[in-house]
C-alpha cells in the first residue's frame, strides 16, 4: 500500500477512536486476492467488485434500514438527481424515476421490507459550504487536502499518485516532484490530485472562490465512459 491510503486509514482509525465510534470495516477479499484493479479489470469492474460489493454486502450484513452518505448535488450530474432520502430497491440498486418528491422539509423514510435508503443530509451544500463549516468548527480533516510536495506522474492535466506497483508509466514518463493537494479522496489511482499551494484551510477556501469545476473533475471513474456514475449508482453504487 502507498502513502495515500496508509494516511486515509491511519485518519480513519483515530478519528474512530477519537469519538469513540464503532468502526465497521467491510472488504471483497475474494477480488483483492484475485489481484482486481482498475488497469486489469477497468474502472466499472474495479469500482463494482471492490467498493459496490463491499457497500452492499456490510449493509447486508448489518441489516440497515439505511446509510448515510456525504454526497452533495454540485459533484456531478447524476447526483443532481438524487434526493435527500434516496430509496433503493431490495438488491440495492438505485432507478431515478422511483425516487419520492421532496416537498419543503418533509421526508418520506418509510421502507417496505427489504427496500433501504441512502440518506444524503449535505445534497444541497457546495465544496465551499463544506470548507467554510470545517473552518467554522475547527473540524480535523485527512492531511492530503494540504498542498505539499509530492511525487506524482504528469499525464495531461492529471496528476496520478504513483503509490501502488500497477500503475504503468507511459513512454517518456516519470514521476515528478510536484507542489500538489487532494481535492478529493477515492480510490487511487483513480483520484487524481490537483496542482495547489494551498496549505491551510483558509487558503483552501480562497483557492475555492475562483475554482470553476466540481472537485471530482479528476475522479477518473465518473468519465470512464457517459453516463458511467449513474450506471454505478443504478448498480447500487454509493
Not at 466499472?44 to 448535488?73: E, H, I, M
Not at 500538489?180 to 483558509?202: H, N, Q
Request: proline share 6%; net charge positive; with cysteine.
Amino acid at each position: 500500500t502507498g502513502y495515500k491510503f496508509a494516511e486515509m486509514i491511519r485518519f480513519r482509525d483515530w478519528y474512530a477512536a477519537e469519538v469513540g465510534a464503532r468502526l465497521i470495516v467491510h472488504t471483497n477479499q475474494g477480488a483483492l486476492d484475485d489481484g482486481t484493479q482498475p488497469f486489469a479489470v477497468g474502472t466499472q469492474r474495479c469500482c463494482g467488485l471492490l467498493k459496490t460489493k463491499s457497500l452492499l454486502d456490510g449493509l447486508q450484513a448489518g441489516n440497515f434500514d439505511a446509510a448515510f452518505g456525504g454526497a452533495r448535488r454540485d459533484e456531478e450530474r447524476s447526483r443532481a438527481k438524487e434526493r435527500v432520502f434516496s430509496l433503493r430497491n431490495a438488491k440495492g440498486q438505485w432507478d431515478p424515476k422511483r425516487q419520492r418528491p421532496e416537498l419543503w422539509h418533509l421526508l418520506n423514510s418509510r421502507v417496505a421490507p427489504g427496500e433501504s435508503v441512502r440518506v444524503f443530509p449535505l445534497s444541497n451544500w457546495t465544496e465551499l459550504d463544506v470548507w467554510h463549516y470545517i473552518l467554522v468548527e475547527n473540524i480535523p480533516v485527512v492531511p492530503l487536502y494540504f498542498a505539499k510536495e509530492r511525487e506524482v506522474i504528469v499525464r495531461g492535466s492529471s496528476l496520478i499518485v504513483p503509490e501502488q506497483p500497477f500503475v504503468p508509466l507511459l513512454p517518456n514518463e516519470r514521476p515528478q516532484r510536484v507542489m500538489c493537494r487532494m481535492r478529493s479522496l477515492g480510490c487511487s489511482p483513480c483520484t487524481g490530485a490537483v496542482r495547489s499551494t494551498a496549505d491551510t484551510i483558509p487558503k483552501i477556501i480562497e483557492e475555492l472562490v475562483a475554482a470553476r469545476h466540481s472537485e471530482r473533475q479528476l475522479r477518473v471513474i465518473d468519465h470512464d465512459q457517459d453516463g458511467s456514475m449513474e450506471m454505478k449508482k443504478r448498480e447500487g453504487y454509493f
